[in-house]
């Protein structure tokens, strides 16, 4: 089966936006989003949408307004091209150097590293249940028949004292105990 040669690509994207739509809503401060939030790095300097939650590229990061690029929710070729108009062309307010970015993101990567889970081990057993369990396995379909015959007649001993009704079928203080079962019926609408 042969490859296909059709292969999606990302349209090519200008490199700075010409449209001079600004979004109403207030700027966007970078230093109050997490520093795994954003990226600051001049070849690719992005963030991730407050309101869709996509990553999206910052154009004019050098210029007075730099801005969010006009963008759509949803993954590339998988869901349906819905604008996010919240987050599009919104001002974008840098207000954190990329030294002190970069400083943030590897304090943030060494602390989640120390946080990683160990290997559990299992909890060793006391000599009484390592006993139980090794007598549990060495025990055969006719040693656990034999225990069961054993038991039996202690069984149905049990039962038939169960079984048994006392000498007075009735209280004696209250009526006599119904024998009967009872149905009751639904009363007519």
């Known amino acids: 089966m042969s490859a296909s040669t059709l292969e999606r690509t ?36 992005s963030l991730v949408c407050p309101d869709c939650r996509t990553w999206v590229p910052i154009t004019g990061l050098q210029t007075k307004q730099p801005k969010v690029v006009p963008h759509d929710t949803g993954r590339a070729g998988k869901d349906a091209a819905v604008r996010c108009h919240l987050g599009s062309n919104r001002l974008v307010t840098v207000d954190v150097t990329v030294k002190k970015w970069q400083e943030r993101l590897e304090d943030g990567g060494a602390e989640t590293a120390s946080r990683t889970a160990t290997t559990v081990l299992p909890k060793a057993f006391s000599p009484q249940t390592d006993r139980t369990l090794r007598a549990r396995a060495e ?8 225990d069961w015959n054993a038991v039996l007649l202690r069984v149905a001993a049990a039962d038939k004292k ?6 007075g079928d009735a209280p004696m203080d209250g009526p006599e105990v119904p024998r009967d079962t009872l149905h009751p019926q639904r009363p007519a609408r």
């Open 162 to 167: 169960r079984r048994a009704v006392p000498a």
């Open 10 to 45: 990302a349209r090519t994207r200008r490199s700075r936006t010409r449209s001079r739509t600004v979004n109403a809503r207030p700027a966007l401060v970078i230093s109050t989003l997490k520093p795994h939030q954003f990226d600051l790095r001049p070849t690719c300097a």
């Open 139 to 146: 025990r055969t379909a006719a040693g656990r028949l034999a």
